[in-house]
């Protein structure tokens, strides 16, 4: 007889340094173990995650996995920006490949086959609520927020946000969530049907388990086919999208805009929205932090931003004519 290969497997087996994994009475729970970064996503994370769902889709004695964050302060605050400052503004190149384990995660997750619940336990923000929104369910702590971020500061949404949040708030709802950047409180997630229920704190628990145990009394594989039908529209916008968005964002990590955004975040103040737009309107070529790669040095032949006053190279002086 054949041994079974497509099963899971201990959670301790894992060892995993960056999530809690644990499997009770037919519930797995995935926890972002991040709090000291409130449970931001490095490319560790992302690659973890893909594991546990991964193990979590082949154990059949699991029939529904939970979502959270650990502590009380955050669920998930989507990337790790100081990774993606340090790593990604001087090689966006690389931004490609952080990107792909993000896809990864998203995929496996909404491909696991069995009911997902987020477990809200503090702010959701970011590619935080593309997770929280990846998931089947929500349930909410009534303290927390909700806030998509990446137009205030310095990315594109486009990892599930845009894509999915006008199937489930509708289209005006969206671009107020996405575009203006606005912590929007647990209970009006609720009326806007953001989240499954809103809960106090203390009760968030056991209003989990109370919808994980309602859906355990349900047929597995008639489950599993339902939520792949209802996957429809999500799966269709993400096929058309994700790819395309990969590599916009991957293009422009080194954008102006991007290393502004990045940079205010680091030193905790607001982005220079002003002299950004400023650029744009006085043409000071903004694809580009110090101007266009068109200054060559007549000594040795290095090209330099337009706006460099000595050669990276050499650095020899350049005159106002050069």
């Not at 809960?199 to 309602?214: F, G, H, T, W, Y």
């Not at 050499?314 to 005159?319: A, E, M, Q, S, Y």
Request: aromatic share 10%.
């Amino acid at each position: 007889m054949l041994k079974r290969r497509y099963v899971g497997k201990s959670p301790e087996a894992f060892n995993f340094t960056h999530l809690l994994y644990s499997k009770h009475d037919g519930i797995a729970t995935v926890t972002i173990n991040r709090p000291h970064k409130y449970n931001a996503l490095n490319w560790d994370t992302l690659r973890e995650m893909s594991i546990a769902f991964e193990d979590v889709s082949w154990d059949d004695s699991i029939g529904v996995m939970v979502l959270t964050g650990a502590g009380d302060q955050a669920f998930c605050t989507g990337a790790d920006l100081d990774e993606q400052i340090d790593e990604f503004l001087e090689r966006p190149r690389d931004y490609w490949k952080w990107m792909n384990a993000f896809i990864e995660a998203h995929d496996r997750l909404r491909n696991l086959g069995k009911p997902t619940i987020a477990r809200l336990n503090g702010i959701v923000v970011g590619g935080g609520n593309e997770f929280n929104i990846a998931c089947d369910f929500a349930i909410a702590a009534e303290d927390i927020y909700i806030r998509q971020v990446g137009p205030a500061r310095g990315s594109v949404p486009a990892g599930g946000a845009t894509q999915w949040l006008p199937i489930i708030i509708g289209d005006r709802r969206a671009r107020e969530l996405l575009m203006l950047c606005e912590n929007l409180p647990a209970q009006k997630a609720y009326e806007w049907g953001l989240v499954n229920e809103v809960v106090p704190r203390s009760e968030l628990d056991i209003a989990v388990n109370r919808m994980a145990k309602k859906l355990l009394h349900r047929l597995p594989n008639v489950t599993r086919y339902t939520k792949t039908q209802v996957n429809f529209w999500r799966d269709l916008s993400w096929g058309l999208t994700i790819q395309h968005a990969r590599d916009w964002l991957g293009i422009h990590t080194a954008y102006p805009e991007i290393y502004e955004g990045m940079h205010a975040f680091r030193n905790k103040h607001l982005p220079n929205y002003d002299k950004i737009r400023a650029m744009w309107s006085n043409d000071e070529s903004p694809e580009y932090l110090w101007g266009a790669p068109k200054l060559t040095c007549s000594h040795c032949q290095t090209v330099n931003p337009s706006k460099a006053k000595f050669c990276i190279e050499c650095g020899t002086k350049f005159k106002v004519s050069e």
